[in-house]
Every structure is written in C-alpha cells, then in structure tokens.
C-alpha cells in the first residue's frame, strides 16, 4: 500500500472514529462538518418537536454511519486501482467480498429506515415504545414536547449523549439510539463514580456519576446514564425520593452546592426580618417560582450612609436558595475561600450588600 493510501486510511478512520463516538475536535465543528449542521434542515427544530426531531436524527446517523465503509472502498479504489474495488468484474475474492459488504450494509440499514420513516414515522422505534403507554404514540409525543420546553426541564450533555429528566418523563437521546421512560415506572441508582482530569488552568478533575435507571414495567427496558456530579444536586430535586446512591459512592458537591449549604447557615444566623402588617401578599420566588420568598435585603453590616453596601429597598421576592445561587454567580472561582466576606449586588436594583445584609422573613401570621 502506498504512502497515500496509507495517509486516506489513517485520516478516514480518524473521520470516521471521531464521527461514529461523537467526539469530533471543535475545529471542525466550527466548520460545520458534522451531521447536525448539514441536515439542520430536515432534522426541523428541537425546541418544537423534540420527540420528531430525534427520530429523523437518530435515523440520519445509522444512514450515513453505514455509508462509511463504501465511501472508504471507492477512496481507496480510487488510489489503489490494481485492488479493482471500483472494477468488481476484475477484483479478486477479498476485495469483492469488502465490495459487497460495503454496498449491502447501506442498503440493508436504508430500507429499515425507509420503513420507520413511513406512515408519519409511526414505524420507528421510538414512536413504537411511546405507543407501549397504552394511548396513540403521536399524544405521548405532544406530552414529551410540552414538557421539554419547561423553564425546569433538567439537561444534561456529555459528549453526544444527552439525558434531560421533565416533570413526567426520563430521557436518554445518545448518537443511534433513544431512551425513554415515565418517571413513575424508574427508579434510579448510582451505582459508580469515577474522576477525570480536566485539562484547564488550574488542571482540576471532575466526578462523573454512573446512574442504573431502573424499570419497574417490564414493557419498558432499563438503561444507564452517565453525568457529571457537580448536575446531581438539580438531578435529585427532579427526581425526589426516587434517586438511590450505592454505599461505596461518594458524590463530591459542586462549589456552589458547599457556599449555598454556608449561605443558609449563615442566613439563619443573621436574625429576622419582620414583613410589616398589611403588606402584600407574597408571590412565587421568581427564582424558582417554586417556593414563597424567605429572605428580605437589609442593610445591617453598618450604618445607611457607610462601607460599600448600600441599602435595599426591593420587597421580598427571593427564596434562601436562590439568593444563595445569585450571591455565587456574582463571585469569582478562583478566590472562593473569600465569598463569605465577598459582595454582590441586588438582582433588582443592583444595591450591594453583604452576606450580613441577608435576612430570614418572618411573616406575619
């Protein structure tokens, strides 16, 4: 085999590797040389559709991953022509066989496709299990798209795999396949954690969990996840008292997860801020819009007129955990043994305070 070939083959097997696992190098990317960027079009809109838009791409993948072998043979016929794999009258026994395989494969894969494909898609494997819960698939799908599109959906990427857990539903969308099943029939379980460095300035790691999603229907297959555990926390608010961890695992907190833990301490410690009577009635944290508001920005560190805080004059309108959540983002990682005497300004009004400023409501009953 000559250097050129050998050259095609190295370069196309690198193609085809990084294509096949999801991992191709962000150059290229940028380039818009992968699948998600040429077939834009067809694939339509996630945020519309999410249930059809991952049934044409998934689809899209096992057409074109199978073309890869074919491309490969007409490249290297192209420069190897004594291999006669564009000439098969001529080819010997090997190259015929990789000629026939190369060209059945695609068309094998492109027929069941095509059969998914028709009758609005209702052949797919994905339309089918949604059909398992005993209603048409197409109005198990319309649940699925409403529900992804909810402000609290949680999502979660890893590579070309992505995990997103609605208000009824758990989701597992990976390069060729789609799992799917309602939260009330899953019962999780981390079962693994292991760590990775992660190449950046400071060349820290990162836990990665592996979580067992657990079918309780036997209509329904089981399947894993894998997630970073800094997502865990969030994970676990969706999921209630349906997430179970193995004894031997040991989940790190995220940074934030550790000063929201000190920001709620220290926030029971700073006293009560009493609504006066005849206030208005308090609405949804704005936050999470799912707790009422349990803190209230007061200057209390110095005098009105003193130091950097300023006073606030905002009513309530903030949960401890969001406050605490806010009061993070506003500092930097790389001085967090500092962001207990750090400052942040109001998501309002933009008046700074301190953690000293923040006080628990009292409301009066």
Partial sequence: MESSSLLFTAVFLFYAAMEVMGMMPQEIQSAGGTLSYMFASFYGDQELNFVKYHMKRTTVMWVVHSLLPLCYSVGLGLLEPELHLLDPWNADQPALIVLVVSLALPACVATVCFYWSTDNWSRHPLAVLLAQFNRPWIEVAASVNSE????????????????????????????????LIHKRDAVLNVTSADEQRVANEELTSAQYLWIEVISINSKFKSFAIRMNSQLYA???EKLSDQI????????????????????????????????PEGSPPLEPCIGCL?????????????????????????RPMWCTGCMGKWFASRQSERSSSVWMESTAPCPMCRATFCMADVLKLQVPT
């Avoid at 609290?152 to 969308?173: E, H, K």
């Avoid at 995220?254 to 000063?259: E, H, M, P, Q």
């Avoid at 799912?290 to 006073?311: F, T, W």
Wanted: with cysteine; net charge positive; proline share 1%.
């Fill in 290 to 314: 799912q707790k009422l508001p349990e803190v209230k920005l007061q200057k209390m560190c110095a005098d009105l007129e003193e130091g950097s805080c300023r006073q606030c004059y905002c």
């Fill in 234 to 236: 969030q994970l676990r």
């Fill in 148 to 179: 992804f599109r909810n402000v609290d959906t949680f999502v979660s990427t890893l590579g070309t795999t992505m995990v997103l857990v609605t208000d009824s539903w758990i989701v597992r969308c990976s390069q060729h396949f789609i799992n």
């Fill in 244 to 275: 179970r961890v193995a004894r031997s695992v040991v989940i790190h907190q995220s940074l934030t997860d550790r000063f929201s833990a000190a920001f709620t301490e220290q926030v029971e410690k700073n006293g009560l801020y009493h609504l």
